[in-house]
C-alpha cells in the first residue's frame, strides 16, 4: 500500500492537510475488541495488527477532532503516526501535539495491550508505505474480502461527505468565538 497526500477532509484547518501522506485505518473496534462487521470504506478490509504499526510508526501526534456533516453525535480524532526522523515526523513534530503512546486518552499500551478509546472513533493516518503481502506472509496482516458496506461504501477524498460539520458544539471550537488580535506580535487568524 501507497500513501497519499492528506486531503481537506475532516477539519479544513488541519496542518496535515495537503503537506504530508500517509493511510488511514480505523482503530476503533466493537465492544468484543474485534472489527466492525461493516465498513464506510468499502467492500475489502486490509487487517494490519496494531503491535506492528507501531513498530514501523511509533511516534504519535495529535491531527483533527470532527464531526461529519449530518452526524454530529458521531466524532472522530485522527491520530498521525510516524517513523522517526522521517519527513512527516519532522513536520508534524513542529505542528502537531506529540501523545505519549503509554498515555493517552485515545490510543495507547497498557499492560502489555493495545487500549483504543470507545467515546469517539479513533482514525489513524500512517505515514509510511506498508508491504501488505510480506505482512500477510508474517502473520501481521490479513485481507477480508466481500466486506459488508455501511454509508457511502468509499472514502470521499476530501469530498462534501468527508468535511467537518459547521457549528457543532463540541468539535468546532471556532465557532460564535472571537479571533485573538494583537497586531505587531502575533499573526491574525
Not at 487487517?47 to 513498530?55: F, G, K, N
Request: charged share 20%; hydrophobic share 35%; aromatic share 12%.
Amino acid at each position: 500500500m501507497e500513501t497519499y497526500l492528506k486531503d481537506a477532509s475532516g477539519d479544513s484547518r488541519s496542518p496535515i492537510n495537503g503537506e504530508i501522506c500517509g493511510l488511514f485505518f480505523l482503530a476503533t473496534v466493537n465492544s468484543h475488541g474485534q472489527p466492525f462487521p461493516y465498513s464506510p470504506f468499502g467492500d475489502t478490509r486490509v487487517l494490519v495488527r496494531t503491535e506492528e504499526v507501531l513498530r514501523l510508526t511509533p511516534n504519535m501526534f495529535f491531527a483533527d477532532f470532527n464531526c461529519m456533516r449530518n452526524k454530529q453525535h458521531i466524532h472522530h480524532v485522527t491520530i498521525v503516526l510516524t517513523k522517526p526522523g522521517s519527513r512527516a515526523d519532522q513536520f508534524c513534530s513542529g505542528c502537531l501535539p506529540r501523545l505519549d503512546a503509554n498515555c493517552n486518552p485515545f490510543l495507547y499500551r497498557k499492560a502489555g495491550k493495545i487500549w483504543v478509546s470507545s467515546a469517539v472513533f479513533v482514525d489513524v493516518f500512517v505515514t509510511e508505505d506498508l508491504g501488505v503481502s510480506g505482512m500477510i506472509e508474517r502473520g501481521v496482516a490479513e485481507i477480508e474480502y466481500y466486506v459488508q458496506t455501511r454509508g457511502l461504501g468509499k472514502t470521499s477524498q476530501g469530498g462534501e461527505y468527508g468535511v467537518k460539520s459547521a457549528g457543532c458544539e463540541h468539535c468546532d471550537i471556532f465557532s460564535n468565538r472571537p479571533l485573538a488580535s494583537n497586531p505587531g506580535i502575533y499573526d491574525v487568524y
